[in-house]
């Protein structure tokens, strides 16, 4: 969990950037291009994706559960979408 709020900002606004700022690692980094490109083009998902994950450190376990989350956060989604389920504003924001 992030705790720090304008950490949590520059990383949804530009997590490419806060890597460039040294504000996320290689591996973190990593793991959000893989969710992003997950996300919005599945289609070109290869097994090149999951070998860059290897290679900064994620286990094969780690690369399931990060597919796992992103896949699931996709699905409940459209699922609300799809229901036309409007989101209830949380208190912290």
Same mark, same amino acid.
């Given at each position: 969990? @992030? =705790?720090d709020d304008t950490l949590l900002e520059k990383i949804e606004a530009d997590?490419?950037?806060a890597h460039r700022e040294g504000l996320l690692s290689d591996q973190r980094l990593a793991m959000l291009q893989y969710a992003s490109k997950l996300t919005l083009t599945p289609q070109a998902m290869r097994e090149s994706d999951v070998v860059e @994950? =290897?290679?900064v450190g994620w286990s094969d376990r780690d690369i399931l559960e990060i597919a796992e989350v992103t896949a699931y956060y996709a699905y409940v989604n459209r699922i609300a979408d799809g229901l036309g389920v409007q989101l209830e504003e949380s +208190? +912290?924001?």
């Amino acid at each position: 969990m @992030l =705790r720090d709020d304008t950490l949590l900002e520059k990383i949804e606004a530009d997590f490419v950037g806060a890597h460039r700022e040294g504000l996320l690692s290689d591996q973190r980094l990593a793991m959000l291009q893989y969710a992003s490109k997950l996300t919005l083009t599945p289609q070109a998902m290869r097994e090149s994706d999951v070998v860059e @994950l =290897r290679a900064v450190g994620w286990s094969d376990r780690d690369i399931l559960e990060i597919a796992e989350v992103t896949a699931y956060y996709a699905y409940v989604n459209r699922i609300a979408d799809g229901l036309g389920v409007q989101l209830e504003e949380s +208190d +912290d924001h």
